[in-house]
T-cell receptor, first 114, second 115 residues
Framework: AQSVTQLGSHVSVSEGALVLLRCNYSSSVPPYLFWYVQYPNQGLQLLLKYTTGATLVKGINGFEAEFKKSETSFHLTKPSAHMSDAAEYFCAVSGVQGAQKLVFGQGTRLTINP | NAGVMQNPRHLVRRRGQEARLRCSPMKGHSHVYWYRQLPEEGLKFMVYLQKENIIDESGMPKERFSAEFPKEGPSILRIQQVVRGDSAAYFC?????????????FGPGTRLTVL
């Protein structure tokens, strides 16, 4: 069975500082990996995804993530935080064939301090 | 291309009533997924459907919950005899299929409150 662990349910950074949100996954085979963002009372918006190929994936709003198979990690980073980045972030994993459901981590709430 | 549409956005029911949640996938998408988000928790998979077929219902509670995706019309998630523990946000997602990297597009959700 697949699972996702997001380290830190709450992360707080200053505006302009580096954002690092951690995600580790468990999967018996190389999975597809996703980061979604959720603003209050809204649905989820895809930030980026890894399927195959280049392990450094660039997404929207200046975010990027690196797939590290040896560490089973897919951490999300952004060099300089903006106030508008304050939201809930979810890491998710899915299989690449057969079952296609997304398995989500518990989420990380990002707060940006002025 | 309109996104995934869900209605109603907010639904209030008393214990014992029925709740019907509707989801219209993006145009051209034939795969629909339902997820539930309890307060302060991540999303949990409930059911995956394709037109007229339930593919995976491993996350659905055994009783009171059912889902359908008819040939015509939206997908429906039905909760019978609701209880307070059913209060949550229910999200629908759609995708064109696994060949597109299983990217799922989410609707705005239906927030169910059971009094």
């Amino acid at each position: 069975a697949q699972s996702v662990t997001q380290l830190g349910s709450h992360v707080s950074v200053s505006e302009g500082a580096l954002v690092l949100l951690r995600c580790n996954y468990s999967s018996s085979v190389p999975p597809y990996l996703f980061w979604y963002v959720q603003y209050p009372n809204q649905g989820l918006q895809l930030l980026l995804k890894y399927t195959t190929g280049a392990t450094l994936v660039k997404g929207i709003n200046g975010f990027e993530a690196e797939f590290k198979k040896s560490e089973t990690s897919f951490h999300l980073t952004k060099p300089s935080a903006h106030m508008s980045d304050a939201a809930e972030y979810f890491c998710a994993v899915s299989g690449v064939q057969g079952a296609q459901k997304l398995v989500f981590g518990q989420g990380t709430r990002l707060t940006i301090n002025p | 291309n309109a996104g995934v549409m869900q209605n109603p956005r907010h639904l209030v029911r008393r214990r014992g009533q029925e709740a019907r949640l509707r989801c219209s996938p993006m145009k051209g998408h034939s795969h629909v997924y339902w997820y539930r988000q309890l307060p302060e928790e991540g999303l949990k998979f409930m059911v995956y459907l394709q037109k007229e077929n339930i593919i995976d219902e491993s996350g659905m509670p055994k009783e009171r919950f059912s889902a359908e995706f008819p040939k015509e019309g939206p997908s429906i998630l039905r909760i019978q005899q609701v209880v307070r523990g059913d209060s949550a946000a229910y999200f629908c997602a759609s995708s064109p299929g696994l060949e597109y990297g299983n990217e799922q597009f989410f609707g705005p959700g239906t927030r169910l409150t059971v009094l």
